[in-house]
């Protein structure tokens, strides 16, 4: 409540500044009258305000929010669409992908004991004779 009424007042004390009261005069006016100007000069003048307002208007965080999104958005659609959709009865890669991936998921969080063909085999190393 009171910081709002502290600024409030504040912006009633400051006088109301625009061009015509500034200290500062202005060398050109802005913007200027384009159907004086020659192409050549209003072509210039485009592309200086072009490049100035670009500058001004980037924002590369949000940008690469807006990238990290995109790419998020279309890896989880993928995956969905690999995954999950029904894609009919006939058989299809994206079928046996999504097979080998179950299979894979059941293999790595089922609750059995390893089968005795998933242990690497023993292998035994004589001794040498020579040694005792």
């Known amino acids: 409540m009171f910081p ?13 500044r625009d061009a015509s009261t500034s200290i500062f005069k202005a060398k050109k006016q802005w913007p200027p009258d384009f159907s004086k100007l020659a192409p050549k000069h209003q072509l210039r003048l485009e592309r200086r305000y072009k490049r100035r307002t670009k500058l001004k208007w980037m924002r590369p965080g949000w940008v690469k929010a807006m990238t990290l999104a995109q790419w998020g958005s279309i890896a989880v659609a ?14 299809t890669p994206i079928k046996r992908m999504r097979q080998w991936f179950w299979q894979e998921v059941e293999a790595t969080t089922s609750l059995s004991s390893p089968s005795s063909t998933d242990s690497p085999p023993k292998v035994e190393v004589p001794a040498s004779p020579g040694r005792r």
């Open 4 to 16: 709002s009424r502290f600024r409030q007042l504040a912006a009633t004390l400051q006088p109301h």
């Open 78 to 91: 993928l995956a969905y669409g690999i995954l999950f959709m029904d894609w009919g009865e006939e058989v």
